[in-house]
């Protein structure tokens, strides 16, 4: 299912080093996962994590222009919350 993972992928973007904590290639739909590790249990409350939630994927869609990128939170819960 996984066409290729890496952790703590640095890149920069808008002049700054972003380091994203999993990025993954699915296989199935050829699309890329911007994934950040948060221990809050809920991440997508905090306007500021959603905000370097996004930079991390428009960082993705400029190296991979075209290409479906998307982007979720990973709590430690175990929960996966997308980013709308």
């Not at 249990?41 to 075209?66: F, I, W």
């Amino acid at each position: 299912a996984i066409a290729w993972a890496g952790n703590e992928v640095d890149l920069f973007h808008g002049g700054q080093l972003l380091r994203l904590d999993r990025l993954v290639r699915a296989r199935q739909g050829d699309c890329w996962w911007v994934l950040d590790y948060k221990s809050a249990a809920r991440p997508e409350a905090d306007a500021a994590l959603r905000e370097q939630l996004r930079a991390y994927r428009a960082a993705v869609s400029a190296v991979y222009p075209g290409q479906d990128v998307r982007a979720a939170f990973l709590t430690g819960e175990g929960r996966l919350v997308p980013l709308e």
